[in-house]
T-cell receptor, first 112, second 113 residues
Framework: QQQVKQSPQSLIVQKGGISIINCAYE??????FPWYQQFPGKGPALLIA???DVSEKKEGRFTISFNKSAKQFSLHIMDSQPGDSATYFC???????????WGAGTKLIIKP | DAGVTQSPTHLIKTRGQQVTLRCSPK?????VSWYQQALGQGPQFIFQ???????QRGNFPDRFSGHQFPNYSSELNVNALLLGDSALYLC????????????FGPGTRLLVL
């Protein structure tokens, strides 16, 4: 019930394309769903986060789509750039300041 | 404004030894959370400190302990190190109120031989 399942494990996208990463959860008590970006040798950095009362949130080229009934959420990166190459993690929590339950990560490579 | 800082950046220990990792939170933050990230995996929550007390704890043995100081900085202590404790240890800081976003430091890479 505490798991967050993330797919795919790795993803290669051409420059300018759309990158899509998916996550699924089981615990309906989760109330906060962030996405983090991590570069090698660095700590995770918050990209964008959503709560279940909205179905979509957009910040620049990054969009979270949220499907409460399916217990799924996804990250879309529009116009993907080589600088977006990193590992992306979804997470879930009962509050943004509560323990985060993380997915296993997706290694994204953007080919020039 | 300094972000979350952690020390040391890298550490090598042998099995059975003890280690102390340190974290200074982002300015204005009063809550510190610790996570363990094994290679190729997502972080796992260890515990969270607020007002110098352990407020939440994940599924980690008692060998993992912590402390928070009056200036909100924190230490993570691991006793009787095992090979499996080799990981990146991440510290995150936030405000203690609900909806405080967690900001992460660069981590301490621990290798146990």
């Amino acid at each position: 019930q505490q798991q967050v399942k993330q797919s795919p494990q790795s993803l290669i996208v051409q420059k300018g394309g759309i990158s899509i990463i998916n996550c699924a959860y089981e615990n309906t008590a989760f109330d906060y769903f962030p996405w983090y970006q991590q570069f090698p040798g660095k700590g995770p950095a918050l990209l964008i986060a959503i709560r279940p009362d909205v179905s979509e949130k957009k910040e620049g080229r990054f969009t979270i789509s949220f499907n409460k009934s399916a217990k799924q959420f996804s990250l879309h990166i529009m116009d993907s750039q080589p600088g977006d190459s990193a590992t992306y993690f979804c997470a879930a929590s009962m509050d943004s300041n509560y323990q985060l339950i993380w997915g296993a990560g997706t290694k994204l490579i953007i080919k020039p | 404004d300094a972000g979350v800082t952690q020390s040391p950046t890298h550490l090598i220990k042998t099995r059975g030894q003890q280690v102390t990792l340190r974290c200074s939170p982002k300015s204005g933050h009063d809550t510190v959370s610790w996570y363990q990230q094994a290679l190729g995996q997502g972080p796992q929550f260890i515990f969270q400190y607020y007002e110098e007390e352990e407020r939440q704890r994940g599924n980690f043995p008692d060998r993992f302990s912590g402390h928070q100081f009056p200036n909100y900085s924190s230490e993570l202590n691991v006793n009787a190190l095992l090979l499996g404790d080799s990981a990146l240890y991440l510290c995150a800081s936030s405000l203690g109120r609900r909806e405080g976003t967690q900001y992460f430091g660069p981590g301490t890479r621990l290798l146990v031989l």
